[in-house]
């Protein structure tokens, strides 16, 4: 009741600047006992999955923990959805390992792997999480949160599909226990690979493949339990076992090292020019992608629960989170499927679940960081090969395959520069499809052949080609945009029209379906009706929407057209055209597909 009262008396522009005052009023003591539950669960999770996620990232393996700390909170307190958990993810590290190892490596002489190397890792990290926060509260705040919805689904396939290769070629080494250089092409790992698969250990191998088991068993038979946690604790109890058996330098097993018991460190991203300018590429692909990903999940989880989703304030969340997380050590956080799952199925009920996972995880990490010192890296490598499989989304991935040409060669493309380009190249290129194939959709409106069916009693219009059509008189229906990308294809199926059908000199438009039009697509229909008038012909629009009238309205096109061309129904419309039809051919039709013509005198038997 107390936050219920507070809600109602606040101004509408405290709601706006804090707009989890929205779902306080929501929080009871039920609701808070199973947001705490879910919230404790999400934190568990995390715990395995951020340090998985870190290592996909080039990251210290701290780093992934903090990344689901103070941006999941942000996200949660700033953002729309109910459910939505942020946090690393498997698609966001990979592209920032992509973007950071190139732009470190072009801007640094130091070695791979040294402590120097590392920090300056880290700080370019840290500051692409902060360009991508500024762009996504941009976006938010400019309320374009509906561009997200241009990215076909299809990229999201097969990129993810391309990324669970390249994180399962990744951690090759660590689970045959090869070195093999840090940042090599996937061609080059899988044949260094070849070339020294006798060289791989078998008790790592042990190690990764109990990891497994482990995780599939637990996923089969007991999948209310979180089976990263279950893998990771048998993995790590065959390390142990080998280790004290046959010591560590015989067996090779590797561990990932004591994490620092602290809270998340205060940092500050490098916001100098040259730095913004060689990581803009990247921010604005990661932009993309962590947003798309975001979105898609929360508007999933949204239609569950019947709530109603702000993408624009899911935007500025998004955004807040990661300039936030870039001053507390996290790198880029964005919405996780898996996560925010978990987060609804555990019975959350409001986003403080996901500010009790944010908190949670802290506590945790201060209770167990100094274990992550028996945690081999084959085990981490046994986990990461299954979130990679879960990445590849066979059930989608056919049935794009089987139902769209366009789309498959979208996600078979997506796909493919995801395995062998620069990642932000493979989701540049991959938007870039999805737009061209929509612009190329919308660039092609439905021109379809209309008749009067003479068996209705009103003489309704259809396309069956087998109908009768007026001599003189071509109906025709567009569905779509006329807009200036539209008009080269729309005056060459109208020319086409003409010159299929020369006698037809009148040409009337069923106007219904055309939801849009712009300055290029009036001037294709004034140029169209001048033309026509020239050749004592016309043309007509039938049942005109009211935002189409009002843009002809506008400018001098209306008057151009004729303002008596324009017809709100078909009834007025052929009644008109039809005094304008050339009687002595009306007189020879046999046709008379329409009620006027009954009004004619029958054709005289055998007059042409």
């Given at each position: 009741?107390?936050?219920?009262?507070?809600h109602?008396?606040?101004?509408?522009?405290v709601v706006?600047?804090?707009?989890?005052i929205?779902?306080?009023p929501?929080?009871n003591?039920?609701?808070?006992?199973?947001?705490?539950?879910?919230?404790?669960?999400?934190?568990?999770?995390?715990?395995?999955?951020?340090?998985?996620?870190?290592n996909?990232?080039g990251?210290?393996p701290?780093?992934g923990?903090?990344?689901?700390?103070?941006?999941?909170?942000?996200?949660?307190?700033?953002?729309s959805?109910?459910?939505?958990?942020s946090?690393?993810?498997?698609?966001?590290?990979?592209?920032?390992?992509?973007?950071i190892s190139a732009?470190?490596?072009?801007?640094?002489?130091t070695?791979?792997?040294?402590?120097?190397?590392m920090?300056?890792?880290v700080?370019?990290?840290?500051?692409?999480?902060?360009?991508?926060?500024?762009?996504?509260?941009?976006?938010?705040?400019a309320?374009?949160?509906?561009l997200v919805?241009?990215?076909?689904?299809?990229?999201?396939?097969?990129?993810?599909?391309?990324?669970?290769?390249l994180?399962?070629?990744?951690q090759?080494?660590?689970?045959?226990?090869?070195?093999?250089?840090?940042?090599?092409?996937?061609h080059?790992?899988?044949?260094?690979?070849?070339m020294?698969?006798s060289?791989?250990?078998?008790?790592v191998?042990?190690?990764?493949s109990v990891?497994?088991?482990?995780?599939?068993?637990?996923?089969?038979?007991?999948?209310?339990?979180?089976?990263?946690i279950v893998?990771?604790?048998a993995?790590?109890a065959v390390s142990?076992?080998?280790n004290?058996?046959?010591?560590?330098e015989?067996?090779g097993?590797?561990?990932?090292?004591?994490?620092?018991?602290?809270?998340?460190?205060?940092?500050?991203?490098?916001?100098?020019?040259?730095?913004?300018?060689?990581?803009?590429p990247?921010?604005?692909?990661?932009?993309?992608?962590?947003?798309?990903?975001?979105?898609?999940?929360?508007?999933?989880?949204?239609?569950r629960?019947?709530?109603?989703?702000?993408?624009?304030?899911?935007?500025?969340?998004?955004?807040?989170?990661?300039?936030?997380?870039s001053?507390?050590?996290?790198?880029?956080?964005?919405g996780?499927?898996?996560r925010s799952?978990?987060?609804?199925?555990?019975?959350?009920k409001t986003p403080?679940?996901?500010?009790?996972?944010?908190?949670?995880?802290?506590?945790?990490?201060?209770?167990v960081?100094p274990?992550?010192?028996?945690?081999?890296?084959?085990?981490m490598?046994?986990?990461?090969?299954?979130?990679?499989?879960?990445?590849?989304?066979?059930?989608?991935?056919k049935?794009?395959?089987?139902?769209?040409?366009?789309?498959?060669?979208?996600l078979i493309?997506?796909?493919?520069?995801?395995?062998?380009l620069?990642?932000e190249?493979?989701?540049?290129?991959?938007?870039?499809?999805?737009?061209?194939?929509?612009?190329?959709?919308?660039?092609?409106?439905?021109?379809?052949?209309?008749?009067?069916?003479?068996?209705?009693?009103r003489?309704?219009?259809?396309?069956?080609?087998?109908?009768?059509e007026c001599?003189q008189?071509?109906?025709?229906?567009?569905?779509g945009?006329?807009?200036?990308?539209?008009v080269?294809?729309?005056?060459e199926?109208?020319?086409?029209?003409e010159?299929?059908?020369p006698?037809?000199?009148?040409?009337?438009?069923?106007?219904?379906?055309?939801?849009?039009?712009d300055?290029?697509?009036?001037e294709?229909l004034?140029g169209?009706?001048?033309?026509r008038?020239?050749q004592?012909?016309g043309l007509?629009?039938?049942?005109?929407?009211?935002?189409v009238?009002?843009?002809?309205?506008?400018?001098?096109f209306?008057?151009?057209?004729?303002?008596?061309?324009?017809?709100?129904?078909k009834?007025?419309?052929?009644?008109?055209?039809f005094e304008?039809l050339?009687?002595?051919?009306c007189?020879?039709?046999?046709?008379?597909?329409?009620?006027?013509?009954?009004?004619l005198?029958?054709?005289?038997?055998?007059q042409?």
């Amino acid at each position: 009741m107390l936050f219920s009262s507070f809600h109602e008396k606040c101004p509408l522009w405290v709601v706006r600047l804090f707009p989890f005052i929205r779902w306080l009023p929501l929080i009871n003591g039920s609701s808070a006992r199973r947001d705490l539950v879910a919230g404790l669960t999400g934190a568990i999770v995390v715990l395995p999955q951020g340090v998985a996620f870190a290592n996909i990232a080039g990251m210290p393996p701290q780093y992934g923990l903090y990344a689901g700390m103070v941006p999941a909170i942000v996200a949660a307190l700033f953002g729309s959805s109910w459910h939505l958990v942020s946090g690393p993810t498997t698609a966001a590290s990979m592209v920032l390992a992509s973007a950071i190892s190139a732009a470190v490596a072009a801007a640094t002489t130091t070695v791979p792997g040294t402590q120097e190397y590392m920090n300056h890792y880290v700080l370019l990290a840290l500051t692409l999480t902060f360009m991508v926060g500024i762009i996504q509260l941009a976006m938010g705040l400019a309320r374009m949160g509906t561009l997200v919805n241009f990215i076909s689904h299809s990229v999201i396939i097969g990129f993810t599909a391309g990324a669970a290769i390249l994180i399962a070629s990744s951690q090759l080494k660590n689970f045959l226990g090869l070195d093999i250089e840090r940042g090599n092409h996937l061609h080059e790992t899988l044949y260094h690979v070849f070339m020294h698969i006798s060289d791989s250990k078998w008790a790592v191998i042990v190690v990764g493949s109990v990891t497994i088991a482990a995780g599939l068993l637990c996923k089969r038979y007991t999948p209310r339990i979180p089976y990263m946690i279950v893998a990771m604790f048998a993995g790590s109890a065959v390390s142990i076992i080998f280790n004290a058996m046959w010591g560590q330098e015989f067996t090779g097993i590797k561990t990932v090292g004591a994490l620092p018991q602290s809270f998340p460190p205060l940092s500050a991203p490098d916001l100098s020019l040259d730095t913004i300018r060689d990581l803009a590429p990247a921010a604005l692909a990661v932009t993309l992608f962590a947003l798309t990903e975001a979105v898609s999940i929360a508007r999933s989880l949204a239609a569950r629960s019947n709530q109603i989703l702000d993408g624009n304030q899911e935007f500025i969340g998004q955004g807040l989170s990661n300039i936030a997380g870039s001053f507390f050590s996290g790198y880029v956080a964005t919405g996780s499927f898996n996560r925010s799952g978990l987060n609804y199925q555990a019975g959350a009920k409001t986003p403080l679940a996901a500010v009790f996972a944010g908190l949670l995880l802290i506590v945790v990490v201060l209770l167990v960081a100094p274990y992550a010192a028996y945690l081999p890296n084959a085990a981490m490598a046994g986990i990461l090969f299954m979130v990679a499989y879960g990445l590849i989304d066979m059930h989608h991935i056919k049935k794009i395959v089987f139902a769209s040409r366009s789309e498959a060669l979208i996600l078979i493309a997506t796909f493919a520069a995801t395995l062998f380009l620069k990642l932000e190249f493979a989701i540049f290129l991959g938007v870039m499809l999805s737009l061209g194939l929509y612009l190329n959709r919308t660039a092609h409106p439905k021109i379809l052949s209309r008749v009067p069916d003479a068996s209705t009693p009103r003489r309704k219009f259809t396309t069956d080609s087998q109908l009768p059509e007026c001599p003189q008189l071509k109906l025709i229906r567009i569905d779509g945009s006329l807009f200036f990308g539209a008009v080269s294809y729309l005056q060459e199926k109208l020319h086409g029209i003409e010159a299929q059908y020369p006698e037809q000199k009148h040409l009337a438009i069923v106007s219904s379906g055309i939801n849009f039009i712009d300055i290029a697509g009036a001037e294709c229909l004034v140029g169209e009706s001048s033309r026509r008038r020239k050749q004592d012909g016309g043309l007509y629009l039938i049942r005109v929407k009211g935002s189409v009238r009002e843009t002809l309205n506008r400018g001098t096109f209306l008057k151009e057209f004729g303002e008596e061309n324009i017809f709100q129904g078909k009834t007025h419309a052929l009644s008109h055209i039809f005094e304008k039809l050339d009687k002595d051919i009306c007189s020879r039709c046999e046709k008379r597909i329409f009620l006027e013509c009954q009004k004619l005198p029958p054709p005289v038997p055998g007059q042409r």
